[in-house]
């Protein structure tokens, strides 16, 4: 089972530049997550979706967009980006109130 | 506002002993669950153990416990018999049944190191 995935593993972007980060689930799973992780401030949501179509802010939302088109995907872009967006960044899923499935992450350096 | 915290940046424990992670939290919501996860260096995030805000009794999963002080609002991550594979950050984390829509806030972490 590949579970989540994520796509791609590492990325360098100059300032201001764009991207869109991948995630994808095969476990059928409703609730979808971005999370970014930098140090001693742990992981804070950035954006989640409850359902295909359906997205909502998390705490972090500023400077991010998603979107999910299909159950399986959920997609984080970058529409211009900025130093203080480098970080690792998580994707998760999840059933209603079951633990969070984790990818293995996305390391961001922008320049 | 913080929901979850985790006061303790680093700990140290010998081998084989026990060692206890804290975590408190901040509620309204009387339905909730706590979740303990690990990131070894590798960075994956492990799941490790759940406690409903309605189980009466401590979750358990293996070498892991977690002492759950609903008035102190508190969910302590106990491991025993520590091993040299434990070492690696620990994540405490809360989602509320009601309010935000069944996301889940996680504290800044505490990183264990488990000393030969």
């Known amino acids: 089972n590949a579970g989540v995935t994520q796509t791609p593993k590492f990325r360098v972007l100059k300032t201001g530049q764009s991207m869109t980060l991948l995630c994808a689930q095969d476990?059928?799973?409703?609730?979808m997550y971005w999370y970014r992780q930098d140090p001693g401030m742990g992981l804070r949501l950035i954006h989640y979706?409850?359902?295909?179509?359906?997205?909502a802010k998390g705490e972090v939302p500023d400077g991010y967009n998603v979107s999910r088109l299909k159950k399986q995907n959920f997609l984080l872009g970058l529409e211009s980006a900025a130093p203080s967006q480098t970080s690792v960044y998580f994707c998760?899923?999840?059933?209603?109130?079951?633990?969070?499935?984790f990818g293995n992450g996305t390391r961001l350096t922008v320049t | 506002a913080q929901k979850i915290t985790q006061t303790q940046p680093g700990m140290f424990v010998q081998e084989k002993e026990a060692v206890t992670l804290d975590c408190t939290y901040d509620?309204?919501?009387?339905?909730?669950?706590l979740f303990w996860y690990k990131q070894p260096s590798s960075g994956e995030m492990i799941f490790l153990i759940y406690?409903?805000?309605?189980?009466?009794q401590n979750a358990t999963e293996g070498r892991y416990s977690l002492n759950f002080q609903k008035a102190r609002k508190s969910a302590n991550l106990v491991i025993s018999a520590s091993q040299l594979g434990d070492s690696a950050m620990y994540f405490c984390?809360?989602?509320?049944?009601?309010?935000?829509?069944?996301?889940?806030?996680f504290g800044a972490g505490t990183r264990l190191t488990v000393k030969p």
């Open positions: 998760a899923s999840s059933y209603l109130g079951s633990p969070l499935h």
């Open positions: 476990m059928n799973h409703e609730y």
């Open positions: 979706s409850v359902g295909e179509g359906t997205t």
């Open positions: 509620t309204s919501d009387p339905s909730y669950g």
């Open positions: 406690q409903g805000s309605y189980d009466q």
């Open positions: 984390a809360m989602r509320e049944a009601l309010y935000n829509n069944n996301d889940m806030r």
